[in-house]
């Protein structure tokens, strides 16, 4: 009886010894796992190919992000610096001017400046860019494309699965090497690229 009694008591303080050695083995795993995954999420950046974007407007509505860390991207060398432009102004504006009644931006995030005639620069103020496209769309319909969307990876939190991504229409959004985390269409003038870096270091 008492060897019998010595026997289950082994048998017990075995399966737990046993349960507690595999629990120990798959915490570790766990964090291996997690670690690999950080390490794996840390070399790569969510990025939006302009060139298959249909400026559906989902980045504003669907990043976890609040505003969006999507922002509309100037690509100065593109613009025709035009006095009557697609994506500033409402295709019914009333007048080529920037009142509100006029602008086809809903927060105003787009600044248009007077340079000579007929010229005009246009400058995206990124914190009011709420990522909804519309601008984008009016340059690409009436323009030269040179209004395009891109995450912005100094506001991203670069999560495991970009919301956004898996309601793209276009499959336009993707992971990138985060030694090349931009994809934009021409080139940001040397005032933007400096401002771009210094706000990512």
Known sequence: M???KHSKTM???DFIQTGMRLTLALSLGGIGTMAALKTAKGDTVWQIDPFKCVQCGRCADYCVK???AVKCVHAYDLCGYCDLCGGYLKPDAIAQATGAENQLCPTAAI???FIEEPYFEYEIVEDLCIGCAKCVAGCT???NGSLHLQIRHDLCDNCNECAIARVCPADAISRVPA?????IKGDFTANNKDQTQSREE
């Not at 030694?179 to 994809?183: C, V």
Request: glycine share 4%; net charge positive; proline share 10%.
């Open 11 to 13: 048998q017990r303080r």
């Open 179 to 183: 030694s090349e985390p931009y994809k």
């Open 111 to 113: 600044k248009r400046k």
């Open 141 to 143: 319909s009436f323009g």
């Open 2 to 4: 008492t060897d019998q």
């Open 66 to 68: 609040t505003p969006s």
